[in-house]
């Protein structure tokens, strides 16, 4: 929740609005970064030992009722299922409903949460979640643990998260996890749009490659399996134990490893 405050010590949202503004103080500068640090340490400490993730994308509108919640739920079964957990960004709709499906099938089941003016609650099948105020910090989060990336229906924050993966691997920034773009209906003109920058020369007919378009479940699977599993030699290794020392065991227990 953000906090009333004065001016001069802005927190959260407030604050970045302020470091997005233009130039400060460099002591308000300073401020920033040291907020911005640790934010990342929270971060790291919490999500440490989830283990190798798939992260789930998509929209916090949709209803338990809506046909792509199902999937949602049903694609969260079917990761854990692989041996990963499910990470997404904590919230409701898309979010909640692949928290749900993986906690539902025995697999972990967390949580990378964005605090806004208007409060963006964790949802309640969450094995273990952090709270983040700056939201690229948490995109950085949401990709730092995760082998595969799977974007389901949803709005602006949902392609801003699909066009950053792929922006990462196009160059040469992040290795090339496998990213599943769900919902051909509902993407469509999103598709086409892109086969559009390929005849136009703004990517290259390889850049198409870089993602699954599917409606399938099971292509889903099947992709991340060659691609993830073994495209990156995966394999159950032992588990790294924590330092009490650093206070580690504690975010351990609450994982549930």
């Known amino acids: 929740m953000i ?11 407030e604050q970045e609005a302020i470091f997005l503004e233009g130039p400060n103080s460099r002591w308000k500068e300073l401020l920033f970064v040291y907020g911005v640090l640790k934010e990342f340490i929270k971060g790291f400490r919490k999500l440490h030992f989830a283990g190798p993730c798939v992260t789930v994308f998509g929209s916090a509108r949709f209803t338990e009722e809506h046909p792509y919640y199902a999937t949602a739920r049903e694609l969260g079964r079917e990761i854990v299922k692989l041996g990963f957990a499910v990470i997404t960004g904590g919230g409701p709709g898309i979010m909640e409903a692949a928290n749900r499906g993986a906690k539902e099938q025995g697999g972990r089941s967390i949580g990378c949460n964005i605090v806004l003016p208007k409060e963006q609650k964790p949802n309640r099948y969450l094995d273990s979640w952090v709270s983040i105020d700056y939201f690229f910090v948490r995109k950085i989060l949401l990709t730092k643990y995760s082998y595969a990336f799977v974007v389901l229906p949803g709005g602006y924050g949902t392609l801003d998260e699909f066009f950053e993966a792929i922006t990462l691997i196009q160059t040469g920034k992040m290795q090339r996890f496998p990213i599943v773009l769900m919902g051909k209906e509902y993407h469509k003109e999103l598709y086409s749009h892109i086969q559009n920058m390929i005849q136009q020369q703004t990517i290259s007919s390889d850049d198409a490659e870089l993602f699954l378009f599917t409606d399938s479940i099971q292509d889903v699977i099947n992709h991340i399996n060659k691609y993830a599993i073994q495209g990156f030699g995966l394999k159950k290794k032992t588990k790294m134990k924590p330092s ?3 206070g580690e065991h504690i975010w351990f227990k609450k994982l549930h490893i």
């Not at 405050?5 to 802005?10: S, Y």
Request: aromatic share 8%.
């Open 3 to 13: 906090t009333e405050v004065q001016d001069f010590t802005p927190v959260g949202s």
């Open 244 to 246: 009490k020392i650093l």
